[in-house]
């Protein structure tokens, strides 16, 4: 059976074009273009779930220490016969799990409408075992579609480290009028179209000479909720924190950085 089971650190930074053009230059020599898409580049589309009382997004924004979503994700041009990627993404003090199966993008719509056995027998999917989950996780919490977040990706491998992983979201975009994520990547920006959301995702540290081109090249972690933002845009305002903790004041942002990532605000223009 095909499980695809992620563990690892990420720490995400804010920066802009130039600084993307000048790291991607920087870091060539240690890094490969990821094997899909054209030269590892690529479109995302993500349809991403909530609650009616958004408690997904209440446990993302007040940073609680351990917290999940759920979404249904699709790469490049989709139809309802592609391969769509349905996961479950935990986060638990900066480390993140992800436990993922492939179905059918048509077999997952076929199951978000209930024309399925109670026992998910009746599923094309490459794992029962985390399709029950993700049903469990679902009905827990009352799970809706809530929204669509696209964007363009440029990813890319360690040569010698194939553990560590970097990718850039440019043209970062959300929807809620059409769920559909078959009809692809558009929608409102919630990002300034000259910032770019880098990711580094490692299995431990990040290594010494890539942290110090990133300290050169002053690039700032800040945490960088898509969902977050994204609902925050499509609802036209910060949502209340009631019912939950207040995170602690936050710091300075961190400029480069060699292992665990902050929890810093991402401040969007």
């Known amino acids: 059976m095909a499980i695809e089971i ?5 720490q995400k930074y804010l920066i802009t074009r130039h600084q993307y053009e000048e790291l991607v230059e920087r870091i060539g020599p240690k890094m490969r273009n990821d094997k899909n898409g054209t030269e590892g580049r690529y479109s995302v589309t993500s349809l991403y779930f909530d609650s009616p009382d958004k408690s997904i997004y209440f446990e993302t924004k007040n940073k609680l220490k ?3 979503k759920l979404r249904l ?3 490049d041009e989709a139809d309802l016969n592609s391969t769509a990627f349905f996961e479950v993404k935990q986060k638990h003090k900066k480390v993140v799990n992800k436990r993922r199966m492939l179905l059918p993008l048509g077999e997952a719509y076929r199951y ?6 109670e026992d ?3 599923i094309n999917t490459s794992n029962r075992q985390v399709m029950k989950e993700i049903d469990y996780f679902r009905k827990y919490y009352n799970l809706k579609p809530e929204m669509v977040v696209s964007y363009s990706r440029h990813a890319l491998h360690g040569v010698t480290d194939p553990e560590l992983r970097i990718t850039f979201d440019f043209d970062l975009k959300c929807r809620k009028d059409d769920l559909h ?7 409102n920006h919630f ?3 000259d910032l770019v959301v880098l990711e580094v995702k490692v299995d431990h540290a990040v290594p010494l000479w890539l942290a110090r081109i990133l300290q050169d090249l002053n690039c700032e972690q800040r945490s960088a909720s898509k ?3 994204s609902t925050e845009l499509l609802d036209g305002e910060v949502l209340p924190q009631t019912g939950y903790t207040e995170p602690k004041e936050l710091e300075q942002p961190t400029i480069g950085g060699m292992e665990d990532g902050s929890d810093h605000e991402l401040v969007y223009i």
């Open 66 to 68: 351990y917290r999940q």
């Open 6 to 10: 992620f563990s690892r650190k990420e």
């Open 73 to 75: 994700r699709v790469y």
């Open 191 to 193: 990002i300034d179209s």
């Open 227 to 229: 969902f977050c933002t």
């Open 112 to 117: 978000l409408e209930g024309d399925i056995k």
């Open 120 to 122: 998910l027998s009746d």
């Open 181 to 187: 994520i078959e009809n692809g990547p558009y929608g």
